[in-house]
């Protein structure tokens, strides 16, 4: 079997429970293959005294069988590529947030610049028969940099969140560049179908490329297969971190701390995507709406700290201090808060347990690619006495779960009837709702998504015509 090479943004030692979602899915292919895992280190090396940083140090480390090599990259290539191109110009442009973009002309130079380093510093480890994994928004022209270095290896790219209609993609200053190093890959996922749909779209208008049938397209002097692979989690795992003694324990204590009361539970990264403000506005307008539920039910929200230094992040955190903080004032009672809110991380072993204690989970984002959280609470559910999920339809993980109960964010009024459903909902609709949920979520689970990736991969062999394809 030719050995994997995965390249993300950052990486994690797939071997430690902690590293969660990505990591685990990796692990085995990774582990099997004697794979290399490169990435950033999450080290910023500043300028010394005398000039430059001396930028792209290497670190090695094995985990296993697997090779973790990471770079570090200088103040100025991080404030480029990751605070400007990556977390201010793609990922608000691709969760359909064009008011927050902030289209600096400085930042794709750097973009481009780490993506080089990432191609320059990564292409002396490589094997002829490698086969090349890339991941997220943050590499897109990687495999572009690494034919320019004349690298032939199989190489796919993965996109973890939402690829928006062409009208929007088009407000990103480079977004022809953009797609154009797409097609320097053999084989390109998106998280949905409508992601999917999107690309198609887009380089059928914008760049005249020509549909060859079964997901590939012909543009640029390349040929490239595109198709939705929709990530998964891994359910066995998931569940056993339920059932082992941590995941009991904080069941337990979460049961017994709110006997007399329902629990709501909201996890997710503090992130402007997420629909945080809408989501505790729905519940404020539940509790208006429906008086009964004072003093029953209890949602506990846990938004984990994330990218603090993109300054859009921090208004998002004081809109939801306000908006939790007047929620309490006006509806809490002396043995009752309405909202628990927590800005910290919570170790991943306690994550289910909470979940398994939680009557109604709220998955409700303005746009999300996936949303793995979704799949979570369902895993870490009592099948005989499950929580029910209430989930916005523009989560991609709604295109796969029907049977949860699919609301409109935006729409406050709506999704707290929905809430109100969920919580009054009878245990034989809970149970078969979670049955046909948690099968899905069984079916296509992260190996499924893993293996049918790089199945196709290994099947996607682009043809390179005639002359230079890629002039970026
Ligand atoms: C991107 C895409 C796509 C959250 N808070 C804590 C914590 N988490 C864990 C969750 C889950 C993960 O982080 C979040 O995954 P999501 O899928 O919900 O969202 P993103 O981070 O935005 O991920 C997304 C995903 O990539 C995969 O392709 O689904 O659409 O945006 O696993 O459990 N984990 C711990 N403490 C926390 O406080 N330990």
């Known amino acids: 079997m030719p050995r994997l090479v995965v390249v993300s943004n950052r990486l994690a030692d797939p071997r430690k429970t902690a590293a969660g979602g990505l990591a685990v899915a990796l692990a085995d292919v ?21 000039g430059k940083a001396g930028e792209g140090e290497l670190h090695s480390t094995q985990a296993g069988a ?9 103040r100025e290539d991080h404030d480029a590529y990751y605070v400007g191109y ?21 930042y794709i130079a750097g973009y481009r610049r780490v993506n080089q380093l990432f191609a320059r510093k990564l292409k002396p480890m490589l094997r002829e028969d490698d086969i090349i994994w890339i991941h ?33 993609l088009a407000a990103i200053p480079g977004h022809d560049w953009l797609i154009r190093a797409l097609f320097a890959y053999d084989l390109v996922g998106f998280q949905s179908e ?9 380089v059928q208008t914008e760049a005249h490329a020509q549909n060859l049938g079964e997901g590939r397209w012909r543009a640029f002097n390349r040929t490239v297969q595109a198709g939705a692979f929709p990530i998964g989690i891994d359910v066995e795992e998931f569940t056993a971190l339920a059932e082992a003694p941590e995941g009991r324990e904080m069941y337990e204590r979460m049961r017994r701390e709110y006997s007399r009361r329902k629990l709501l539970v909201g996890v997710d990264r503090l992130d402007y995507s997420k629909g945080l403000p809408h989501r505790m506005r729905a519940f404020r307008e539940m509790l208006q709406k429906y008086p009964e539920t004072h003093n029953s039910a209890t949602l506990i929200q846990i938004a984990s700290p994330s990218r603090e230094d993109v300054s859009a992040y ?56 996936m949303n793995l959280v979704a799949k979570e609470f369902l895993a870490a559910q009592d099948p005989q006495d499950p929580g029910v999920l209430v989930l916005s339809r523009f989560a991609g993980a709604a295109e796969q779960l029907r049977e949860a109960l ?26 078969s709702r979670h049955q046909s949920l948690i099968s899905t979520i069984k079916e296509y689970d992260v190996h499924w998504w893993c293996d049918g990736f790089l199945d196709t991969l290994a099947k996607a062999k682009a043809e390179e015509t005639g002359t230079p394809w890629l002039r970026l």
Request: aromatic share 10%.
């Open 406 to 431: 699919l609301v409109n964010p935006y729409d406050i009024e709506g999704t707290a009837n929905a809430i109100h459903l969920a919580l009054q909902m009878p245990i034989e609709e809970r149970r």
């Open 314 to 369: 921090n208004d998002i955190l004081h809109e939801l201090e306000s908006l939790c903080g007047s929620i309490n004032g006006n509806f809490g009672e002396l043995d009752w808060m309405p909202v628990r809110y927590m800005h910290r991380t919570v170790a991943r072993t306690r994550l289910p347990g909470l979940y398994r204690a939680s009557r109604v989970a709220l998955v409700t984002p303005l746009r999300d690619g």
């Open 194 to 202: 409508a992601d999917h749909s999107h690309f198609c779209s887009y």
């Open 30 to 50: 990774l582990n099997n293959t004697g794979g290399l895992w490169f990435g950033w280190s999450g080290k910023i090396v500043e300028a010394s005294a005398g």
């Open 136 to 168: 997220d928004y943050h590499l897109i022209p990687l495999a572009a940099e690494l034919r320019a270095l004349g690298c032939s290896q199989r190489i796919g790219f993965f996109l973890h969140i939402p690829l928006p209609p062409p009208l929007i």
């Open 86 to 106: 990556s977390n201010g110009v793609l990922w608000p442009v691709c969760h359909y947030r064009l008011d927050l973009a902030d289209f600096d002309a400085g």
């Open 66 to 74: 697997v090779k973790l090599v990471t770079l570090d990259l200088s």
